[in-house]
Structures are given as structure tokens and as C-alpha cells.
């Protein structure tokens, strides 16, 4: 597993692996006034040139693939047969991909799927207990970003990796067996539009996997997209 330079992306053997692209963002933003061109064009493009650098075969999103919950909308239908004529595509389904069926391509199941000895699910859902014998499980889904401030007061907010231990005491309230040494991996948000601040939480995560505390959390590493630490989570405060 890779993490790719200052991009919310990973590459696992032949594949590109990325989350929470939410194609169609700028039809929902215009209703409520606001001009977003064609960003989900924007995206393709940047997906695009991903997929040329790094030779991938392969491209899985990680659920949330588009803004709209219920419907596929003209814009994702169109940006995913775009990908699908370049790449073969696989959707681990989130909770904005209903009727994702529609698109054609290879459609996993909410619980998540194991690739070449990786978990991957979106994280709204429970992960098949098969992903809990991996090294590493990786979800969508939180949209990670830190919240940080600098000399004169100001805020600015950036998207982050998370990487946390298990909690074998939690793990083990609804999983009999888990690799004790597996790891999870909370992957940035591939739409720049969309984030959360996760050293300000709401009294609530997203996904039973983290409401749940199955991983140790306050204790995750951060990482920038080009690669240095922040280090661990419960000591980024305000």
C-alpha cells in the first residue's frame, strides 16, 4: 500500500484507491446559489492524470462516488462511463451511491471487500468480518481534515490521513476473531468540497466504526498530504 504525494489517493498493487469523490456536488451548490463551473469535470481530470502517473490497471472508489443519495445524476453517469472506457472500475457502495447499479461496472457490497490483502469498505456500515483479518482497513466516509491555527489567531483547515491501533477491548465486543495488529486507515476526501475537522468532533463520528471506538482514535497519527506527521490526534487541539 502507497500513499501518492500530496493527492488523496493510495495505490495497492495494480490499483488506484480513492474515496468520496461526490460527482455532481455543483447541481446541488447551484440550487442553493452557488456557481461551481464544472467541478466534477475538475476531478475527472485530476483523476485522470493520477491514473496515467501511476500506471494503474485498476481504479476502486471508495463509496460516495456521487452528492446525489437516491438517483445517479447526468453528471456522475457521464464521468463514470468516461472512467470506464480508460479503466476497469470498481464502487465499494456508500451512502450517496443508490441506483450506482446503473453505472455498469463492478459494484462491492456496503460491508466492504478484501483486495489483494487490503480491507476496504466506506465506513457507514459495518465492515464483513473478513476485513478485520487484514493488516490494514481502510474506510471513506469521515472526510479527515485538521483544524489548525497559526501565529495570528487565524484558522485554516486541511485534509489529513488518519492512521489508528486497535481497540482489542471494543474490537472484541463485536468481532470474535481480528488481526490484534490491524490498523486503520481513514482516507481523505477526494472532492476538496467536502470535510470535517477531526480534532473538533461533533459528539458523534461517522459510521459504527468509529461511534463504536474499535480503534484508538485520540491516539491516530495525522499526515499531511505531502507526508509529514501531526502527530497523534488528542494532542492537535484548538
Known sequence: ???????????????????????????????SGVHAGNFSEIILERLEKLLDETKAKKLI???????????????????????KMKIEVIIVRGNHDGGIEVTGVGIKPAEGFVYEGLGL?????????????????????????????????KFHSEPVWVIADVNPDKMKEHYEDFNPNIKLVL?????????????????????????????????????RLDGPSLGELKNIGD
Open 1 to 31: 500500500m502507497k500513499f501518492l504525494y500530496n493527492a488523496p489517493a493510495l495505490l495497492h498493487k495494480d490499483a488506484l484507491i480513492v474515496g468520496d469523490t461526490h460527482f455532481g456536488m455543483e447541481d446541488k451548490l447551484r440550487r
Open 121 to 153: 469498505t466506506h465506513g457507514h456500515s459495518w465492515p464483513a468480518k473478513e476485513l478485520l483479518m487484514c493488516d490494514y482497513l481502510v474506510c471513506g466516509h469521515q472526510h479527515p481534515m485538521v483544524k489548525l491555527h497559526d501565529k495570528l489567531g
Open 61 to 83: 472508489l471508495l463509496g460516495d462516488v456521487k452528492e446525489n443519495i437516491t438517483t445517479v445524476d447526468s453528471i456522475t453517469s457521464r464521468i463514470i462511463s468516461k472512467l
Open 187 to 223: 482516507m481523505p476526501a477526494y472532492n476538496p468540497l467536502v470535510g470535517s475537522a477531526i480534532n473538533f468532533p461533533t459528539k458523534k463520528q461517522l459510521g459504527p466504526i468509529l461511534n463504536n471506538k474499535l480503534f484508538k482514535l485520540d491516539h491516530a497519527l495525522l499526515f
